[in-house]
């Protein structure tokens, strides 16, 4: 019982205990919660002033800023104001002014029309007086004039075209001399015969074989034709293509060197011949090409060139020949100031279609472009070379040089062979084309076709005449007939006045 009661008396306490604890602690919370509220509120207070100072200076700082952006507007308004008033004040300067041009241009305009009927009138009675029109009197005027000036424009005329021939003369010569001493390339004629030297003339008897079989088979098969003469350890081999006379020349060399000489024999040397022929070919076109200096050029294309060695056109060795013009193109573009290297490429490769033209159907500058355009060669390039006979229109400075080194290379004394029948052909036809003037008498053609001297009628041709119809004459040759180089067409008129003192 004692225990109970201790027991209930000290939960009875420590509970009270516990409340007064917690009541204590109550209260020290509220008066902080209390302090921090006051804290707060004086804090605000605080902020609220602060906030509104801030305030009362922003809005007196936007004040004087909108007072002083009503001051600029105010002065611009009045800028504005000065600037239309004088604007106003220019336009009605102008609408005056244009007033008074407008009366002047209807005054200029009545007067105009009184000088033209003035003029109608006076020209209607000068043609009454003369008994002209107008046309016919203009036309009678320019022939008094020309008939009283012509003298003086044969004159000048003549002076003019001299000195202009003369400068432009020079200036060619100047730059062709320049090309010609940087490139002087030696020429060599081909023939149609070939000698073969052999070590003694017993070795004749075995190339004609029994009953002529070994001498047959080598001409069936080189197309070439073996002459087997009285001449002294030597064969001559004859034919117009210089490959198969070049065949036939290194597979008789082949068989006098090895001694054997018969049908299987033959075929086997005309096998390695033939295989020589085209090393040579290749060696060739590598040597062109290494010697103007370009690079890059595709084996095939260089084998193509390297066949031009075997071919001539009009005697010229047309491989050379390509070499020259690319050396001469080349010269006449650095003195230009062009491309040499295209100048050089288009040169050497104008007549690459020659190296097949024998075996594909077209003209050798058709095949040429296909060529060329097959293995992707400059634009410049094809164009010169389609271009270099005028064939197509001239479309770069690269073109004409080729043509003029072209024409310079063909046309050299002894660069090129031509037969008796076509030279009196070509004579005859330029002789025919000038003598189908009325106006001519006779000509002459002299220096091997580039001279030509024309006699006209003195009393049907005057001075002035005489130098239209050397141009025309001059200009039908171009038109009708093919030549290497230039004509001079001299124009002869020549009056004599004979007497005799008896």
Do not use: W
Not at 232 to 246: L, Q, Y
Not at 414 to 429: F, H, I, N, V, W
């Amino acid at each position: 019982m004692v225990a109970f009661l201790a027991f209930s008396t000290g939960l009875i306490g420590g509970y009270f205990f516990r409340k007064s604890i917690a009541k204590n602690q109550l209260d020290s919370a509220e008066a902080r919660l209390s302090k921090l509220d006051e804290e707060a509120k004086i804090k605000s207070k605080e902020i609220l002033i602060a906030a509104k100072n801030k305030a009362v200076e922003i809005l007196e700082d936007s004040k004087r800023e909108e007072k002083s952006i009503r001051e600029e507007m105010r002065k611009m308004e009045a800028r504005i104001e000065l600037k239309e008033r004088k604007l106003d004040q220019s336009a009605l300067s102008l609408e005056k002014e244009r007033k008074v041009l407008r009366d002047k241009a209807g005054e200029i305009k009545k007067i105009r029309e009184e000088v033209n009927r003035v003029k109608l009138q006076q020209l209607e009675k000068l043609q009454k007086i003369a008994e002209l029109s107008k046309d016919d009197a203009r036309k009678l005027l320019i022939k008094m004039v020309e008939k009283e000036s012509k003298d003086d424009l044969v004159k000048m005329i003549s002076k003019l075209e001299q000195q202009k021939k003369e400068q432009l003369e020079e200036e060619a010569k100047n730059l062709m001399t320049i090309a010609m001493q940087k490139y002087a390339g030696s020429h060599s004629a081909d023939t149609t015969a070939s000698t073969v030297a052999i070590p003694s003339d017993d070795i004749k008897g075995r190339i004609i074989g029994r009953e002529g079989r070994n001498i047959k088979s080598l001409e069936r098969l080189t197309g070439a034709e073996i002459i087997v003469d009285d001449t002294p350890e030597a064969i001559v081999i004859s034919s117009f293509d210089p490959m198969r006379r070049d065949l036939a020349k290194t597979a008789l060399e082949i068989l006098v060197s090895d001694g054997r000489i018969h049908p299987a024999k033959i075929e086997e040397a005309v096998e390695k011949a033939k295989k020589q022929v085209q090393e040579k070919m290749k060696k060739a076109g590598e040597a062109a090409i290494y010697d103007v200096g370009l690079a890059g050029i595709d084996p095939k294309l260089t084998q193509l060139l390297g066949r031009l060695r075997y071919r001539t056109s009009y005697g010229q060795n047309v491989l050379l020949h390509s070499l020259e013009v690319a050396h001469l193109a080349g010269a006449l573009a650095a003195e230009l100031g062009l491309d040499v290297v295209i100048a050089k490429r288009a040169g050497l490769f104008h007549d690459i279609g020659k190296a097949v033209d024998h075996e594909v159907q077209g003209t050798h500058v058709e095949i040429g472009l296909n060529i060329l355009n097959k293995f992707n060669q400059p634009k410049e390039v094809i164009d010169a070379v389609a271009s270099h006979h005028e064939d197509y229109p001239f479309t770069s400075n690269i073109g004409l040089i080729v043509a003029a080194a072209d024409a310079l290379s063909a046309s050299r004394p002894g660069a090129r062979k031509d037969t008796l029948e076509k030279y009196l052909k070509r004579m005859e036809d330029l002789e025919k084309t000038i003598l189908s003037f009325s106006e001519v008498e006779r000509c002459y053609a002299i220096q091997a076709g580039r001279e030509v001297r024309v006699f006209i009628n003195s009393e049907k041709v005057d001075d002035l005449e005489a130098f239209k119809l050397a141009k025309s004459i001059a200009q039908k040759i171009e038109e009708d007939l093919n030549y290497p180089g230039e004509i001079k067409v001299n124009v002869l008129r020549e009056v004599r006045a004979v007497e005799y003192a008896r």
